[in-house]
């Protein structure tokens, strides 16, 4: 897929992802060195995603839905503050 074709969804529940590979690779990281359980599922849900991203793959969208049945708030908060570091 072209992702320089592809429309993302322009809604609150859907998080846009700018340098989608980088982003995931620092949250995984981080991810790996927890034990709970909420920490777990969401490295492996992300470690696929990551796992499947294209090399020159740029962009990619969430669910924030998603987020809090893989891992509660704590795991969206996660997300949340890796795409703000990603920003600065």
Do not use: C
């Amino acid at each position: 897929m072209d992702l320089d074709t592809v429309r993302f969804p322009d809604d609150e529940d859907h998080l846009i992802l700018n340098d989608y590979p980088r982003l995931f690779d620092r949250l995984l990281q981080t991810l790996m060195g927890r034990e709970d359980s909420a920490s777990r599922r969401l490295a492996a849900v992300l470690g696929n995603r990551r796992k499947w991203a294209d090399q020159k793959q740029t962009g990619g969208v969430l669910n924030r839905n998603d987020l809090l049945e893989i891992g509660g708030e704590q795991a969206l908060k996660w997300v949340l503050d890796a795409i703000d570091l990603s920003i600065t």
